[in-house]
Structures are given as C-alpha cells and as structure tokens.
C-alpha cells in the first residue's frame, strides 16, 4: 500500500529537550516535504526536499532542521523545541513530476512542548 | 507571494442538502492547480478535489463539484446530497504548476457540520 508514514504520531516534551519525528515514503518520491498545522492558519510549509541531498526552507524554517540522507526518509527535527512548536505536524511526498499536482500526506503527528 | 482566503469559519447544511464552501485566493501566475483538501477528526488530509487552471471545465469528484472562476479568483466546492461522514475541515489549497517546490498554501478552513 502506497503510503507516508510519520513516527511519533503524538508526542508530549519539554522544552529543550531535542527530538526527532521521523518521515518515510514507499513510493519512490523524489519530492517531500515538512508542514505545520495551526488553528486559524492553516497548513505552511516548513521546509521541502526535492531529491537526496537537497532541501530548502520553506515559509516557516525557524527553530527546524531536515535532512535527506536516502530518498525515502525525511526527518524533521527539533534541536531545542519551545512551546510555540506546540502543533500538528505533516510529512508528505510526491513523485516531483510537478504535472499531476498531487501531494500524499502522512497521517500527522501532534507534537505538545511544555 | 500567493494567498488563499476562506472566509466561511464554519458552515453546516442539513443532510442530504446541498452546500457550497468558498474560496478566493490571488496570484500573478497564469498556470497553477487548486485542490479542496477534508480533514477528518482523524486528521488525515484526504484530497477531494483537483482542479488545473488551464482547464475550463469544472472538475467534478461524484458527489463533490467545483467552481472555478479564474478571472475573479474564484473556486468553490459545492457539496450535493451531503452525508453524516462529509462532516469535517475543508482546506483550500493553490499550488504553482512550475518545476520546483510543490509547496501548498493553504487556506484557514472551514469547518463544516451535518445536522442529521
């Protein structure tokens, strides 16, 4: 089954304490990429990865680092979380083709910094 | 930079009736697509509904239609015959047709009920 997949789907940490959520994708996407998830803003971009050893920020890269060390994986991580990383995160791939559009999301994991 | 704008917080419609979700949004690109995300309690983002500016004709998804009006920026979802398990967030989201980042902007939502 074709999917994107994102460990821990729920988490609570305290701040400082560093963590990593991690992403993988079976269908051989070149494209992933990191999103946050807050009410009353939306879904934004954190930072994108077009293919193994490329990525770039987003529109909200503040406090986050990625890498891409093999195509499938993509993990997001928190060197030194604060409360206001307090969100839902998403993971999600696409084959970069750019023609069909269509981003395949993982199922989100909630992230609490106390 | 684009935007997208929903200016509907919350909606409900009575089952089996019809509802129209708005969405505005603004670029200065002349090929893009536009999707209607729904986000279920289980907070998995499903994708409804994709639609290519280039294409004149509406995309229509069995239950779920869109209007997309690109001079006026335009693109609602309209919901027909709507059921107990289209309750959910619904997202707007535009995208550049361009090679490169595939980035999504996202609308606020809107949250929509079914009074059964």
């Known amino acids: 089954e074709a999917q994107v997949t994102q460990n821990p789907r729920y988490l609570i940490t305290v701040t400082g304490k560093k963590l990593t959520v991690t992403c993988s994708q079976n269908?051989?996407?070149?494209?992933m990429s990191w999103y946050r998830q807050d009410p009353g803003l939306g879904l934004r971009q954190i930072y994108y990865s077009m293919n193994v050893e490329v990525t770039d920020k987003g529109d909200v890269p503040e406090g986050y680092k990625v890498s891409r060390k093999e195509k499938r994986n993509f993990p997001l991580i928190l060197e030194s979380p604060s409360p206001n990383q307090t969100s839902l995160y998403f993971c999600?791939?696409?084959?970069?083709?750019?023609?069909?559009?269509?981003?395949?999301f993982g199922e989100g994991s909630r992230l609490t910094v106390l | 930079a684009q935007t997208v704008t929903q200016s509907q917080p919350e909606m409900s419609v009575q089952e089996a009736e019809t509802v129209t979700l708005s969405c505005t949004y603004d670029?200065?690109?002349?090929?893009?697509?536009l999707f209607w995300y729904k986000q279920p309690p289980s907070r998995q983002m499903i994708l409804v509904i994709r639609?290519?500016?280039?294409?004149?004709q509406n995309a229509t998804e069995n239950r779920f239609s869109v209007n997309f009006q690109k001079a006026a920026k335009s693109f609602s979802l309209k919901i027909s015959d709507s059921q107990l398990g289209d309750a959910a967030m619904y997202f707007c989201a535009y995208r550049r047709s361009s090679f490169g980042n595939e980035k999504l902007t996202f609308g606020t939502g809107t949250r929509l009920t079914i009074i059964p």
């Open positions: 269908m051989n996407h070149e494209y």
């Open positions: 670029t200065s690109e002349s090929d893009y697509y």
């Open positions: 999600a791939s696409s084959s970069g083709a750019g023609r069909t559009g269509e981003l395949f």
């Open positions: 639609q290519e500016a280039y294409k004149q």
